[in-house]
């Protein structure tokens, strides 16, 4: 099965997500170790954006802020082939978890990403150092069912996440862009 961006095979159900120590710079690796995807959030842009490319280095879509300054978190994820849209990540205000819906083109819920742990989000808003402990997140179908989770493995030099997918999900890759995306937009 391939996903909207018919370049690149999302038919894996399980993807580690690996972070570089020094910036946000990311590689996805399917079940077998295989790379899938890159990419490396772009510098001093005026819109946050991450170009994201196959293991060649061919651009396949790119993740950027729809406005300046979006404190709605408001993303689109563009073709980079044909242009089109074809996911907005949008950032649900909450105040002790992290919570980002994944919409297709046409406005339509696709999946809801959510931290876990209500406790811990309040130990990370008192101390910086509870930003060390693992972050988790849970990720929903529209009807609130439970499609896959993300855990981060305890690391104190470079991020390392574990995306697992139930079977029969859709839209992979807009859900593998979204954990990368909160990842470095949350500071994680």
Do not use: C
């Not at 038919?11 to 079940?31: G, P, W």
């Not at 994820?77 to 950032?91: G, P």
């Not at 030099?157 to 839209?171: A, P, Q, S, T, W």
């Amino acid at each position: 099965m391939t996903g909207v961006l018919n370049r690149i095979d999302f038919e894996d159900n399980s993807y580690t997500v690996k972070q570089k120590a020094v910036r946000n710079a990311y590689k996805v690796y399917d079940s077998a170790g295989k790379e899938v995807l890159r990419t490396k959030q772009k510098m001093f842009k005026m819109k946050e954006e991450f170009p994201f490319t196959d293991p060649e280095g061919n651009e396949v879509f790119t993740v950027k802020a729809e406005q300046i300054m979006d404190i709605a978190g408001d993303y689109a994820l563009t073709d980079s082939e044909t242009r089109e849209e074809v996911a907005v990540l949008k950032k649900n205000f909450s105040f002790l978890v992290h919570s980002w819906e994944v919409q297709d083109r046409n406005g339509m819920e696709i999946a809801t990403i959510q931290s876990r742990g209500k406790l811990i989000g309040i130990l990370r808003g008192l101390n910086e150092l509870f930003d060390m402990l693992p972050h988790k997140y849970t990720i929903e179908d529209p009807q609130d069912n439970q499609i896959g989770t993300i855990k981060q493995s305890f690391t104190l030099i470079k991020d390392r996440y574990e995306i697992d997918l139930n079977e029969g999900v859709e839209n992979k890759e807009a859900i593998l862009a979204a954990a990368i995306t909160i990842d470095a937009l949350e500071g994680n």
